[in-house]
């Protein structure tokens, strides 16, 4: 079983998310997959809707949120919110929300309490960028990310993935290489099972970064590699659904 997940980003509107699940063919897709794409706030209703019309093999999550339920927040989105209009996951850390707009670790471990509170799957994403890959700082940077938000994902028992990101690969064609992507999530792996204990086993991890149809096989087939968040290439509904049928 493979997570395959797709990161709309801004782009895909109301109109373009129902286009999308029209369009979206999943035959040869190996069932007991777990699919999710996470539009922006204002196409989760509309994505929601046209999921569950297309047979209901997709989810649908929130890209961020903001952790108070409701307030004067102008322009955030809250967890309670994006449950109401259907989501069901939750994206947090993403790295750009970290290096583009600013959001701290401790910004993070709030966001990932409060998708738990309200019952939606977090997505923590970390990743280093190409400084501090080239520093050696791998496993540093991605375990501190990591440790911020562990509290807040130990604290009840529920479901949660992490998605290693490394930044220098988001949205550059860069890929790491599966040896790479397997190093990094042993790393996480280790740190899950040392604070929770061996049900960290079972806890996907998901490498992201220019994952496209031609490279997706090879990628989910490294070792702790249990699926792949995909942004570009999740944007068209032939290349999601050939990349979830890479997941065999
Ligand atoms: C992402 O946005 O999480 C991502 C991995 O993007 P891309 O696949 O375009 O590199």
């Known amino acids: 079983m493979a997570v395959i997940a797709g990161n709309w980003k801004m782009h895909m509107g109301p109109a373009r998310a129902r286009a999308f699940f029209d369009a979206l063919d999943l035959s040869g897709v190996g069932d007991g997959h ?10 989760i209703e509309a994505a929601v809707g046209a ?9 649908v999550g929130v890209q961020n949120l903001y952790w108070m339920d409701e307030g004067a927040f102008t322009g955030e989105t809250s ?8 989501a ?14 600013g959001e701290s670790e401790g910004d993070t471990a709030l966001k990932v309490g409060a998708a738990r509170r309200h019952g939606l799957v977090p997505v923590l994403c ?11 700082r791998v496993d540093e940077v991605v375990l501190r990310q990591l440790n911020a ?24 064609g860069e890929t790491a290489t599966p040896a790479d992507a397997s190093e990094a999530h042993a790393t996480i792996r280790a740190r899950l099972v040392d604070a929770l204990g061996p ?22 087939s490294a070792d702790e590699v249990d699926g ?7 944007l068209d509904p032939a290349s999601f659904a050939a990349i979830a049928r890479a997941a065999g």
């Open 126 to 136: 970390v990743g280093e960028t190409l400084d501090e890959r080239k520093a050696g």
């Open 51 to 59: 999921a569950k019309r297309a047979g209901g093999r997709v989810g």
């Open 228 to 234: 792949v968040l995909v942004g570009g290439a999740s």
């Open 88 to 101: 069901g996951f939750a994206l947090v850390g993403h790295s750009e929300r970290r290096h583009l707009f």
């Open 34 to 43: 777990d699919l999710v794409v996470f539009p922006p706030a204002v196409a």
């Open 149 to 172: 938000a562990l509290p807040a994902l130990t604290s009840a028992d529920r479901r949660f993935f992490v998605a290693y990101e490394p930044v220098w690969a988001i949205g550059t």
């Open 199 to 220: 049900a960290a086993a079972d806890v996907p991890l998901l490498y992201g970064g220019s994952v496209k149809p031609g490279n997706a096989a090879e990628l989910l």
């Open 79 to 86: 967890a309670p919110m994006a449950v109401e209009a259907g």
